[in-house]
């Protein structure tokens, strides 16, 4: 029987590790299913899912979607996207492939990294890591964004490029590039830095400012 266990619930941001081997092999919480039809994100200062939306378009997400634990988009990590002005200030965000459908949000997994989407929303560097779960019998053996099916990898875009779109208002989000594996590790090792810089080594939970 295992004793290496927490008593309380970790705050996902903040108390959930990396991942077993970071920067290939990373944690991602889940906040979003591809069925979901309201845009759930983590709220900061309780670590609970918060209802921020109902999607206003007919985009439904195309791969799982969430996080990286104590990662930041900062300015290391703005460094990488030389179109944008800042980073977006919150944790680097990972999109999740698998054949099997998964309908539960609010979990963890194991996700390998095969690379990512350089985007620019409104500024601001909002790149979107694309990883495989680890032991997918399908996805699971990739390594890069390239081997996927240019379809998977267009959906994302389409999707990220179009899910905040108004009619009658100015487009502010900007696709710039696609990365495989090597350099979407150069992004999230950003991340992890602009975290450390950022909240420091100790637990954050007990930060005062």
Known sequence: ????????????WHGLEIGPEPPRIVNAFIELTPFDLVKYEIDKNSGYLRADRPQRTSSQPPALYGFIPRTLCAENFR????????????????????????????????????????????????????????TDFVYGHLENLTELPPVLVERLEHYFSTYKLIPDHKQRIYIHDRYNQDYAMKVIEAAILDYQEGFGQEDPAFRND
């Open 79 to 134: 460094k990488l996207s030389p179109h944008a002005k800042r980073g977006d200030g919150d944790p680097l965000d990972i999109c999740v492939l698998c054949e099997r459908p998964i309908t539960k949000a609010e979990i963890i997994l194991h996700a390998k990294v095969v690379g990512g989407i350089q985007m620019i929303d409104d500024n601001e560097a909002d790149d979107k890591i694309v990883a495989v779960l680890e």
């Open 1 to 12: 029987m295992s004793k290496n266990f927490s008593k309380y619930r970790p705050h996902p």
